[in-house]
């Protein structure tokens, strides 16, 4: 995985575990698709309408074929809708990020 998207939400503050939900939906569908999917991550503290998914593909052309079974995935399609009917997206930013060599995923040390 050299390449990943970041994707920067800003939320309804008052729907955060409907968008748990559909975060959640796509742990199934992004790895089905082609995805590397990191994570999502939604508030905890501090600021209350930020949430942040991250997923990883080996390339940009490894992102179109991506983008292309999400079109003809069913229940991405659902969850897209899910999204749009439901409104706790308020705006969505994403960001091309490639990794250092030698930084991503390092295993923790032991601490004595």
Do not use: K
Not at 36 to 47: A, D, M, N, R
Not at 62 to 72: D, S, V, W
């Amino acid at each position: 995985m050299n390449t990943v998207c970041f994707i920067r939400y800003q939320l309804d503050p008052f729907q955060i575990p409907a968008f748990a939900e559909y975060a959640a939906h796509w742990g199934e569908i992004i790895p089905r698709c082609g995805g590397h999917l990191i994570g999502y991550f939604v508030p905890s503290e501090g600021t209350n309408d930020i949430a942040w998914g991250l997923i990883g593909f080996d390339d940009l052309a490894a992102y179109e074929r991506y983008r292309a079974r999400l079109r003809a995935d069913e229940a991405g399609r659902a969850n897209f809708e899910r999204a749009r009917t439901q409104r706790f997206i308020l705006r969505e930013e994403r960001t091309w990020l490639a990794s250092v060599p030698g930084t991503f995923a390092r295993e923790r040390h032991a601490v004595p």
